[in-house]
C-alpha cells in the first residue's frame, strides 16, 4: 500500500503563537494575529483568516469550514487524540521550542501533514 502524501505545512516562528496555555491560545489569535501550529495547518488547508479567528480548535469552526478540507473533516470526525496531543503540545508553558517542535513533527505526520518551522 503506497503511503499517503503529507500537506506541506511551514509555520513561521515569528507568527506561531505557543507557550502561552491553552486559556490564551487560538487557532489564530484575535489579539497578536499569531497562530497556533493547527492554525498554520487550517491555512494551509485553505481555510481564511476569518474562519479561524479566535477559534480555540478545529472542532470548534462551523461544519461549513469544517467541510473545506478532507485533512480537517476527517481529524475532527474521528476525534483525533493527536490533535488534541498537538494542542497540548503547542500551548504547553513547561516546552522548550526545540523540544516543542521535536514533539510536534510526529504528531503532525499522524495527522497527515509534514509542519517545517522556519525563523
Not at 489569535?29 to 488547508?45: D, H, L, N, Q, V
Not at 508553558?93 to 513533527?105: C, Q, S
Amino acid at each position: 500500500m503506497a503511503k499517503k502524501a503529507l500537506l506541506d505545512v511551514i509555520v513561521s516562528k515569528k507568527r506561531w503563537c505557543r507557550g502561552l496555555g491553552c486559556v490564551r491560545s487560538a487557532l489564530l489569535c484575535e489579539t497578536s494575529g499569531k497562530m497556533c501550529c493547527i492554525g498554520f495547518m487550517a491555512r494551509a488547508c485553505g481555510l481564511k483568516p476569518k474562519n479561524i479567528r479566535g477559534m480555540a480548535g478545529l472542532e470548534d469552526l462551523p461544519a461549513d469550514a469544517q467541510n473545506k478540507s478532507p485533512l480537517i473533516k476527517t481529524a475532527v470526525e474521528n476525534k483525533e487524540e493527536h490533535l488534541t496531543d498537538a494542542y497540548m503540545i503547542n500551548d504547553s508553558e513547561a516546552l522548550t521550542d526545540k523540544e516543542r517542535i521535536k514533539a510536534l513533527k510526529p504528531i503532525g505526520r499522524k495527522l497527515g501533514v509534514n509542519f517545517t518551522f522556519a525563523d
